[in-house]
């Protein structure tokens, strides 16, 4: 084992053990919980699945892991599906591939980004009741919830970010962000280490909006 390896697990350790204390002391994950997460490609939806199906092993209860990956036809972005499969394989995580298809005429006074990400979480909503997933698991960490609570200060002038847990569909589910007190900085040094694929075509709306 080389020294890299054994730095790549000792950190993978730090932000497993990290995230496991914000899920006890939050009570994101309880007893017999279907947690459905969200895989966008991105490193920190792929840590986050990792990092879940590791916690999976220490929890003294059973849960079950589910993860899903939606797929916009007309948004351009693609993204390692060969991986993803594999990577799902590999930690013994049943996932779902949706394709749907968005007409971004219908709402040009919105933002492309806007309608795209609106229409990704009703499929991951959708996916979410059919399997009887009652938590579903994004993987904003703490720099993204910053960048909220900034945006939310300056332009509706109110002191809110991003919730470790929010009630959804009349409690029906939680959306649940186990990677809120991890910083960007630390996923990032991680995903470098152990190669988490990059996005085959960036999405043409990135730098436009």
């Given at each position: 084992m080389d020294t890299k390896s054994i730095e790549?697990?000792?950190?993978?350790?730090?932000?497993?053990k990290k995230v496991g204390q914000v899920i006890v002391e939050k009570k994101l994950i309880?007893?017999?919980?279907?947690v459905l997460v969200g895989l966008s490609g991105g490193k920190d939806s792929y840590l986050l699945l990792e990092i879940l199906a590791d916690r999976k092993k220490h929890m003294p209860f059973?849960?079950?892991?589910?993860?899903?990956?939606?797929?916009?036809?007309?948004?351009?972005y693609k993204n390692d599906l060969d991986f993803m499969r594999s990577f799902c394989t590999q930690l013994s995580v049943p996932f779902y591939l949706?394709?749907?298809?968005?007409?971004?005429?219908?709402?040009?006074?919105?933002s492309p980004c806007y309608v795209c990400s609106w229409h990704r979480r009703k499929q991951i909503f959708n996916l979410s009741?059919?399997?009887?997933?009652?938590?579903?698991?994004?993987?904003?960490?703490?720099d993204d919830a910053l960048q909220t609570l900034l945006l939310n200060m300056v332009y509706h002038g109110s002191i809110s970010s991003m919730p470790?847990?929010?009630?959804?569909?009349d409690g029906r589910m939680d959306l649940i962000r186990p990677?809120?007190?991890?910083?960007?900085?630390?996923?990032s040094q991680y995903s470098q280490n152990i190669g988490y694929p990059k996005e085959l075509q960036k999405c043409p709306f990135d730098k436009k909006n």
């Amino acid at each position: 084992m080389d020294t890299k390896s054994i730095e790549t697990k000792k950190l993978f350790s730090k932000i497993s053990k990290k995230v496991g204390q914000v899920i006890v002391e939050k009570k994101l994950i309880e007893p017999n919980d279907k947690v459905l997460v969200g895989l966008s490609g991105g490193k920190d939806s792929y840590l986050l699945l990792e990092i879940l199906a590791d916690r999976k092993k220490h929890m003294p209860f059973p849960i079950e892991l589910f993860a899903v990956h939606v797929v916009v036809k007309e948004a351009g972005y693609k993204n390692d599906l060969d991986f993803m499969r594999s990577f799902c394989t590999q930690l013994s995580v049943p996932f779902y591939l949706i394709e749907t298809n968005v007409d971004f005429n219908r709402d040009s006074k919105k933002s492309p980004c806007y309608v795209c990400s609106w229409h990704r979480r009703k499929q991951i909503f959708n996916l979410s009741k059919e399997i009887n997933c009652n938590k579903l698991a994004f993987g904003h960490h703490i720099d993204d919830a910053l960048q909220t609570l900034l945006l939310n200060m300056v332009y509706h002038g109110s002191i809110s970010s991003m919730p470790f847990k929010l009630s959804m569909f009349d409690g029906r589910m939680d959306l649940i962000r186990p990677l809120l007190e991890i910083h960007e900085e630390t996923i990032s040094q991680y995903s470098q280490n152990i190669g988490y694929p990059k996005e085959l075509q960036k999405c043409p709306f990135d730098k436009k909006n």
